[in-house]
């Protein structure tokens, strides 16, 4: 060292030589192959000048990470779903508070565009449609109400969202006297939700859309909701009156929902959240050996949802879980997102609209004779 105390210009030379930074490097041919696979295709930063559509933000999910690009992955299969030759039927599977979040014309957008041949809903999602389509509101409210003041002034809440229990109440009394004009028997939720839909005079209306477009709407479990709180009401008067009146035979939805797998040369789902319609769903391909056939399992199949899979619960069950069982099939393409669906839903339909993906798939005309599907065929 100088007597300024600085490194002379050799102890600077001897101290690099000394310090030896320590080399990191796969050396094996094989497993440089096996990295640079695996660091082929970057991550691409969304680029928000340039996307100026809802499919032009969706198609850039598809380069990104995380949810994003599940987002994009769920675009993918709903593109090759609607755009596959064959016409996969495809099956819409409803839960949660989908209605109160906004989704009401959205999903009646998916009806009326054709992206959709089946429906499995909650009751609770087709009672609010109905509610709506009577002319009925929901309206923003806030999750810190006051539930002791609302029940004070028959407001119900919904997390954020208020519907008027007076409405409500009215609309449950409207189902039952409804039922009271029926031919008294046993009704698959099918036939029943079809007859209730044929009075609703509001294009905007989910039940009104399908019955229109001869879309089947299946609802196994309706008692669970307050169209089934209006049945009950109209159940009653009839024991009370000692005359006979509408039951739900929830047996024969099965019996008619597994027809219209079996006709169909392939089948696809979309499942918004989870719940009893992703369940019934999936169960009426299982269904399928009771005619004596063995589906496959959905070709396509795609979930949004904010379950998830480590609770073991069906909701949040994965799609590949879903192909041990023979539900979806074992090379299907699928897809799922843990996205919110008020969130997650208008992005894939508004990807599909503005690609327009659906415009080849003619509707699906659907011959019943009673409780037996005599055909199933696209429409002239």
């Avoid at 409804?178 to 007859?195: I, M």
Wanted: hydrophobic fraction near 35%; include cysteine; aromatic fraction near 8%.
């Amino acid at each position: 060292m100088s007597k300024n105390g600085n490194h002379s210009q050799k102890d600077q030379q001897k101290d690099q030589k000394d310090y030896q930074v320590y080399k990191i490097e796969v050396t094996d041919p094989q497993k440089k192959k096996e990295k640079k696979d695996l660091l082929s295709t970057p991550v691409c930063a969304v680029d928000l000048q340039k996307t100026k559509t809802i499919a032009d933000l969706v198609d850039a999910f598809k380069d990104m990470s995380i949810q994003a690009r599940r987002i994009g992955q769920c675009a993918q299969v709903l593109d090759n779903m609607l755009t596959d030759p064959d016409r996969p039927t495809v099956y819409l599977g409803l839960a949660g508070p989908l209605i109160a979040a906004g989704l009401r014309k959205t999903i009646r957008d998916m009806v009326a565009s054709g992206m959709v041949d089946v429906i499995v809903s909650t009751g609770a999602i087709l009672y609010q449609d109905i509610y709506q389509a009577r002319g009925f509101r929901h309206f923003r409210g806030t999750p810190e109400a006051d539930d002791v003041k609302l029940r004070d002034l028959y407001v119900d809440r919904i997390y954020d969202t208020y519907l008027d229990e007076e409405k409500v109440w009215e609309t449950d009394c409207w189902i039952g006297q409804f039922a009271d004009t029926l031919t008294p028997g046993a009704y698959s939720t099918r036939v029943f939700l079809e007859k209730i839909g044929q009075t609703l005079d509001d294009e905007n209306s989910i039940v009104a859309t399908a019955v229109k477009r001869g879309v089947p709407i299946f609802c196994p479990a309706i008692n669970d909701s307050s169209i089934g709180i209006g049945l009950t009401e109209h159940y009653h008067r009839c024991v009370k009156e000692g005359r006979p009146g509408v039951i739900i035979n929830s047996i024969r939805d099965n019996y008619e929902i597994t027809q219209t797998v079996v006709k169909s040369k392939k089948t696809a789902a979309i499942y918004v959240a989870g719940g009893v319609p992703k369940n019934y769903i999936n169960d009426s391909v299982v269904m399928g050996y009771i005619f004596n056939k063995d589906t496959g399992g959905h070709t396509y199949a795609l979930q949004i949802t904010t379950d998830v899979p480590h609770w073991g619960g069906l909701s949040g069950s994965t799609l590949d879980e879903a192909t041990s069982w023979g539900k979806v099939g074992k090379k299907a393409m699928k897809a799922m997102a843990f996205v919110e669906p008020s969130v997650s839903l208008p992005l894939l339909v508004g990807y599909s609209l503005q690609k327009n993906l659906s415009k080849n798939r003619k509707p699906l005309s659907l011959e019943w004779d009673n409780d037996l599907l005599i055909s199933l065929k696209q429409s002239a």
